[in-house]
C-alpha cells in the first residue's frame, strides 16, 4: 500500500442526493452502497453550480466559475487555465477521462472554439485521430448525448460501430440519429449502451495503467440520469410507479419567494423580462406545474436508468478489486449537480438553489486510508476535489485553486476543511445571476440585479418552504449571514504569488 494514491473519480450526471440506497431504500445501488460500506458516506456535499459546465471545469480546476471562466451553460473552459491533470502529469501521473466532459459549449464559434459541437460530433473520422490531450487528460474518450439526443457521436459512436452495431443511429434523434423522440422505454440494446461503453473503456485504462506500473487520476464520467427519462428494456420496467414516493411542493410556498420562482407556477408565464438580447433559452424559467400525473412513470425511469449506471459502475470497482489495486486508489463518487422531479413543484433544474439541486450524493472509500462504513458531515464543496486529489497525490494546492484539500477530512484525520459553502449561479449575464451561502444551518442567496432573496434555517426548515428573507424577526439574522457570505466571497480568492518584499 502506497502513500501516493491512484485516484479513481465516477460521476454521474444531474442525481438527486437522495437517490442512494444507502440513504434511500426506494432506489436499488447495490455497488454504490458496497462503497459506501467499504468508506464514507458525506452527507453535506454540494455543488459549485446547478448546471453542467460551470462544475466541470471547477472540477478539474479547482476553481469557482466566476474564476475558470466557464460561468454558464453555453460558455467554455479556456484552455489555458491549469487543470488538476496538468499538475499530475508532471508529477508522473496517467491521466484519463472516459465519457462526458462538457467543458465545451455545443456551438462552435469562430472566436471560441469547441470540438464538443455539431457536427463535429458526428465526424467520426476526426474522433478516429484525436484522444487526447484535453484540459488535462492526457487519454479521453468521450461522449456528450444523454439517452437518444442527436448529440450522438465522438469516441462513443466510434465504439459502437467497431462492435458492429453499425445501425446505432436508429436508435437516436434525428439529424444525429435517424429515429423520432422516444419516451421511457429506449431502443437500444444494454450491450450499446454508453454505460457499457464508459465501464468497457475504463477497465480497458485500469489494465493499462496496471500494466504499466504508473500512478493514475482516472475519471469515469457517465451521463445518466440526466433527462430525457429513458432507458433500455428491462430497466424500463425495474420499478413500479405506484410504489414511489412522489415528492410534492406546499400549497403556497413560493408566494415569498422572488418572482421568476412564482412564475414556473404559472399557466402560460412571461419570462420575458429575463430573457437575453441573444435569444439563447434559460434552463427552467418556464411553466413547470403542469404534468404531475406523469411523474411516477418519469421518477420509475429515472430510478432505472441510476440502477443501469449502477451495474457498471460495479464492473469498474470489480476491476479494480481484481488488480489488487483498491488499497492504493482512492475513490470518490459523486455528480455534477442535482435534480427536481416534483420537489417544490419544480423539474429538471434552472436558476433554483434548493437541497434538490446544490446539495450532491457523495461517496468516498480508499480501504485503510479512508475509515470504513462512516458517515459525516463535513462540508463537501465540488470545487475541492481537485486539490483533494493532489493531497492524496503528495503535492501541493497551486496557489491558484480555490478549493480546500479535503485529504484530511477523507482520511478521518480531521473533522472539517470548511464551515460552508458557496454556490454561483450566473444563469445569464443579464438577470438570472445569484450567488448563494450555506452554512452548518442556514442558506442565503442574493440575487445581483434584484432586492429578492432566499434565506432559509435548513435546521427548523430542511424541506425550504419558508422563505424568510422578508420577515421582520430574521432581519439580525439576514445581516449576519450577508455579513458573512461577503466574508467567505472574499476569502475564497487565491493569492497568486506571496508578498516576497516590503515594496
Known sequence: MSDRKNVLLITSDQQHWFTLGVQNPEVKTPNLDRLAKKGTLFNRAYTVNPTCTPTRASIITGQYPSQHGAYSLGTKLPEDVPCVGDYMQKAGYRTALIGKAHFQQLLDHPQWRSIESNPLQQNLDFWREFNGPFYGFDHVELC?????????????????????????RECFNRPGGTNGPQYLSWNIPEEYHYDT?????????????????????????????????LVPKPWDTMYDPASLTIPEGRDGEHAKNPKHIQLTQQENPDFS?????????????????????????????????????????????????????????????????????????????GPFHYEDAVKLPFLVSCPGTVPAGETSDAMQSLVDLAPTFMGFAGLDKPRMMAG?????????????????VLVQNRHNPYK??????????????????????ELFDLQEDPGEFNNLW????????????????????????????PRVWGA
Open 432 to 453: 438570472m445571476f445569484h450567488n448563494t451561502y450555506i452554512d452548518e444551518r442556514y442558506k442565503i442567496t442574493v440575487y445581483c440585479h434584484s432586492d429578492e432573496g
Open 404 to 420: 480546500v484539500d479535503q485529504s484530511p477530512v477523507w482520511r478521518g484525520e480531521s473533522e472539517a476543511a470548511r464551515d460552508h
Open 273 to 349: 423580462e429575463y430573457n437575453e438580447p441573444e435569444g439563447h433559452s434559460l434552463h427552467g424559467l418556464s411553466e413547470q406545474w403542469r404534468g404531475r400525473d406523469k411523474l411516477p412513470e418519469r421518477i420509475a425511469v429515472y430510478y432505472g436508468m441510476i440502477s443501469l449506471m449502477d451495474k457498471y459502475i460495479g464492473k469498474i470497482l470489480d476491476k479494480l478489486e481484481e488488480l489488487g489495486l483498491e488499497e492504493d486508489t482512492v475513490i470518490c463518487f459523486s455528480t455534477d449537480h442535482g435534480h427536481f422531479y416534483g420537489h417544490h413543484n419544480l423539474c429538471a433544474k
Open 197 to 229: 461503453f464508459i465501464a468497457e473503456r475504463s477497465i480497458a485504462m485500469l489494465e493499462e495503467f496496471h500494466a504499466q506500473g504508473r500512478p493514475f487520476f482516472l475519471w469515469s464520467s457517465f451521463l445518466d440520469p440526466h433527462p430525457p427519462y
Open 144 to 168: 456528450r448525448n444523454h439517452a437518444d439526443e442527436y448529440h450522438v457521436g465522438q469516441h462513443y459512436a466510434l465504439w459502437m460501430e467497431e462492435k458492429g452495431f453499425t445501425q446505432w
Open 470 to 497: 422578508d420577515n421582520p424577526d430574521a432581519a439580525e439574522l439576514k445581516s449576519q449571514l450577508l455579513l458573512r457570505y461577503i466574508r467567505a466571497d472574499m476569502a475564497k480568492d487565491p493569492v497568486p504569488m
